[in-house]
């Protein structure tokens, strides 16, 4: 992994819609199983987007909210466990703290609580189900 380039990149959905839809459909849709409509919630537009590159290959992708919330967040198969999904959180933590927002807040799936609580998020409510998959609430408060 030393050797490999790392990139995010930040932007608006015109520019960036291409290539994180690819890896929202491969991730949510064909590995998970979401709902096509469920996916696509028309919120696209209203975000800003990041992605991940690993040697020149787009491997993940996150958005932020205009309201702080993160989602959609996704690392292909083939690239996890490399500390890219840290990475782009870390992107995404620093963009909502550039744009004044005073907490971040993300619905995870609860089998990546673990590392969302590394990033400093904490959990609270119920768990509930999103798209059939369990998930959790949490927030990182931003100082």
């Known amino acids: 992994m030393s050797d490999a380039m790392i990139s995010l990149e930040r932007g608006d959905w015109q520019t960036l819609g291409n290539e994180a839809s690819e890896i929202r459909r491969v991730v949510f849709i064909e590995e998970q199983q979401v709902p096509q409509d469920e996916e696509w919630d028309g919120r696209d537009d209203a975000c800003e987007h990041f992605l991940v590159h690993l040697d020149g290959r787009t491997v993940g992708t996150a958005r932020l909210l205009p309201d702080g919330h993160v989602g959609r967040v996704a690392i292909l198969s083939e690239a996890r466990g490399l500390g890219l999904g840290q990475r782009l959180m870390e992107a995404v933590i620093h963009a909502a703290r550039q744009a004044g927002h005073a907490e971040v807040l993300l619905d995870a799936q609860t089998h990546a609580l673990e590392f969302y609580q590394?990033?400093?998020?904490?959990?609270?409510?119920?768990?509930?189900?999103?798209?059939?998959?369990?998930?959790?609430?949490?927030?990182?408060?931003?100082?």
Not at 120 to 130: H, I, K, P, S, V
């Open 118 to 143: 590394r990033l400093g998020f904490t959990a609270y409510g119920d768990e509930f189900l999103d798209a059939g998959i369990p998930h959790r609430s949490m927030r990182l408060i931003l100082n």
